[in-house]
């Protein structure tokens, strides 16, 4: 079982920045996919950002330009930076690892912006 440990969320002003960092409790191979979605209130759970073993990446359409996904192979670690951020970005967000094959998720860290 592969525990992921979030960081870095918080309360943030509309037009402000956060990171939110994502690491596993204990050394893990064949990562093949790093990836970040968020939960609101009431909706479904979506992908807003992934990262693939060849560097490649993945936006939602509402976060692109603003949001920008990177990785540390060396520690297994994925990084969020979320640039000028509305209040729709408010939510839930889960790291999420698929580990030779299987997916595991992150326990969640409350991301909150205000108007």
């Known amino acids: 079982q592969v525990q992921l440990v979030e960081s870095g969320g918080g309360l943030v002003q509309a037009g402000g920045s956060l990171r939110l960092s994502c690491a596993p409790a204990?050394?893990?191979?064949?990562?093949?996919?790093m990836g970040w979605y968020r939960q609101a209130p009431g909706k479904q759970r979506e992908s807003v950002a992934r990262?693939?073993?060849?560097?490649?990446?993945t936006y939602a359409d509402s976060v692109m330009g603003r949001f920008t996904i990177s990785k540390d192979n060396a520690k297994n670690t994925v990084y969020l930076v979320m640039n000028s951020l509305k209040p729709e970005d408010t939510a839930v967000y889960y790291c999420?690892?698929?580990?030779?094959?299987?997916?595991?998720w992150g326990q969640g860290t409350q991301v909150t912006v205000s108007s």
């Open positions: 999420n690892m698929i580990v030779s094959g299987r997916n595991y």
């Open positions: 990262i693939f073993n060849d560097g490649d990446t």
């Open positions: 204990g050394i893990i191979f064949s990562v093949n996919v």
